[in-house]
């Protein structure tokens, strides 16, 4: 079978595209149409369940470059959101300071925390990394208590309702707002793992020493790692609290960070499309249980474990799924993407196993 054209690449500006061939960018065309369309019918249910994906789609790129392309383990993006969304209501809620600068200041502040957090990295690895950004959760949620009890109590900081281009900000104003973030960070974690500072991390993930003896300057790249990461992840911590209009300290608790942990290992380590997937399948597998949950009969005992215990279950669910893709499917729900899809490209000329 003679290849098209289409699908050559003699160029390095042709590998550096996104879609290379017409069916993928008709593909693309009609789900941008849908993604713009479709939801703004939908249910206000349906729609926060859309918009809480779009919500995690950046934070989990941001987890994915520092764990999945520069293998810097971490459980402290709870904690850099935390950061964000208090430098937001101390600016917004307490200082009544624009939505635009206050977001773009969080991610600043975030980024000098992810700064100095890079530093001890350059020391540790694996497990002691892990135990140091656990840590740093434990002293920035401890920070924000002192900063939060003694000006509004447990109740939390409420945040104004945000002006942008001088529109109020309803629910499907949201929608288009969070999406256009999802897909630009989607992008700039594109171009990232396709720049020389993605193959600099690809080389430290696999093997450290020997990028240093190639000329690759490890601690800058390693401190650069966790400053990127951790500004992406304090932008959006800074959108997450306007758009829950409430920040409070229990809010970013390790269960969260656990979350986007599972999101990226769902998803695919290292991996594009890996966020995306495993944001669906995180936070839609708990909107769809809780739905199942309320169409049961009152009396049946799937619906009393549900109810009574619905958090746990969600967890249990979480758990199995983690330690699945782990045995059965390490590279995520993006590897068996990938293979649908080349089965799809080479059909009807795959072969059948024997």
Known sequence: ???????????????????????QRVVVLVGVVLLLLWPLQTGTRVLGLICTIML???????????????????????????????????LGSVNDLPFLPVVLISAVVAAAAGAIVGIPALRLRGLYLVVATMALHFIVIYAARRFQVPRVGAAGFRMPRPELFGQ?????????????????????????????????????????????I???????????????????????????????????METFNLNLAIDYVAIIIIGGLGSV????????????????????????????????????????????????????FLLFEPAGLAAIWARVRTWFSLWPFTRERR
């Open 56 to 90: 995690a789609i950046p934070s989990a790129h941001a987890l994915n470059l520092l764990t999945g392309v520069a293998g810097l383990v971490s459980l402290g993006n709870a904690a850099f959101l935390a950061i964000g969304a208090f430098t937001a209501a101390a």
């Open 1 to 23: 079978m003679a290849i098209k054209p289409a699908q050559l690449q003699t160029s390095y500006a042709q590998q550096l595209t996104f879609y290379d061939t017409p069916l």
């Open 168 to 212: 109020q900000m309803d629910q499907r104003k949201w929608y288009v707002v969070l999406t256009v973030i999802a897909v630009l960070s989607t992008v700039a974690f594109v171009n990232l793992k396709r720049s020389r500072f993605g193959r600099a991390w690809n080389m430290i993930r696999e093997r450290d020493i020997a990028a240093e």
């Open 214 to 248: 190639l000329g690759v300057n490890v601690p800058r790249y390693k401190i650069l790692a966790f400053t990127l990461s951790s500004a992406m992840i304090g932008f959006q911590g800074a959108i997450f609290a306007y758009y829950l209009r409430t920040v409070e």
């Open 273 to 324: 499309h890996g966020a995306i997937f495993g944001a669906i399948l995180v936070y839609g597998v708990p909107f769809y249980v809780s739905q199942l949950s309320g169409s049961l009969p009152r009396d049946s005992w799937l619906n009393e474990l549900l109810g009574a215990d619905i958090f746990n279950v969600n967890r249990i669910i979480y758990g199995l799924a983690i330690i699945g």
